[in-house]
C-alpha cells in the first residue's frame, strides 16, 4: 500500500506531466497551423494575451493560424526552461521558448528569432488540466537576413503547416522513403 505523502507527490507528478503535455501539444498546434488542437488547450472562457494582440480563447485558435500561414514558409516553437507550481486545482507555469519564424520582405528572405515566455495559469476542470490564462511575455527578438540555405526539398524533408506533415501522417502508414540512398555520396558532397 502507497502511503499519503508518496500519493500526493505522485499526483503532483502527474499533473505537471499533464500541463506540459497542454503546451507541447499548444506548440505542435501553432506549428502545423492545426486549429483543433490550439483550441483543446485552452478552457472555453480563457484569455490570451500575446502581447501586441489580446483574444477569447473561442477566437485565439483561429487568429494564431491565420497570422501563421500568413507566410508560407517554416516556423517552429522550441519550448526550454520550464515551472510549474501547483496549488489544488489551480497551477501556474512560465515556460521558456524559442520561436523562429521564416519570412520575405522587400524580397530577401529572412529568419525572426524570439525569446519569450509563457506565463500561463492552468485550471483542472473535470479532471482535465487546460490554459485559463495565458500571458505572452516577450525577452528579446532579432530578425537575420538569410544569406544561405543548406538545400532545398531535394536534399531535406520538410514540414509542413497542415495534416500533410510527416507527425500525421506517420500515424496512417509508413512515411519514409526507401532505404536507395548511396551514403557515401551523401558524405563527399555535404560540406555542412
Known amino acids: 500500500m502507497i502511503d499519503s505523502t508518496l500519493e500526493a507527490r505522485l499526483r503532483e507528478l502527474l499533473d505537471k506531466q499533464e500541463i506540459h503535455e497542454v503546451l507541447l501539444r499548444y506548440c505542435r498546434g501553432v506549428d502545423r ?27 485565439a485558435p483561429d487568429h494564431i493560424v491565420k497570422l501563421v500561414k500568413k507566410t508560407p514558409l517554416a516556423g517552429m516553437h522550441f519550448l526550454g526552461n520550464q515551472l ?20 520575405e520582405r522587400d ?30 511575455t516577450d525577452d528579446w527578438n532579432k530578425v537575420d537576413e538569410v544569406l544561405e540555405l543548406l538545400g532545398g526539398p531535394d536534399r531535406f524533408r520538410f ?34
Open 159 to 192: 514540414g509542413s503547416k497542415d495534416k500533410n506533415d510527416p507527425v500525421y501522417r506517420l500515424r496512417k502508414g509508413r512515411v519514409a522513403r526507401e532505404p536507395s540512398t548511396n551514403l557515401e555520396e551523401v558524405v563527399k558532397r555535404r560540406t555542412v
Open 84 to 103: 510549474i507550481e501547483i496549488e489544488g486545482d489551480v497551477a501556474w507555469s512560465e515556460s521558456y521558448f524559442q520561436a523562429f519564424k521564416d519570412f
Open 107 to 136: 524580397g530577401k528572405r529572412y529568419v525572426r528569432v524570439r525569446g519569450a515566455r509563457y506565463v500561463d495559469r492552468f485550471e483542472r476542470r473535470n479532471g482535465c488540466w487546460k490554459i485559463a490564462e495565458r500571458v505572452l
Open 33 to 59: 497551423c492545426d486549429r483543433d488542437m490550439i483550441a483543446a488547450c485552452y478552457h472555453p472562457d480563457a484569455i490570451d494575451d500575446h502581447g501586441d494582440w489580446v483574444a477569447s480563447a473561442l477566437d
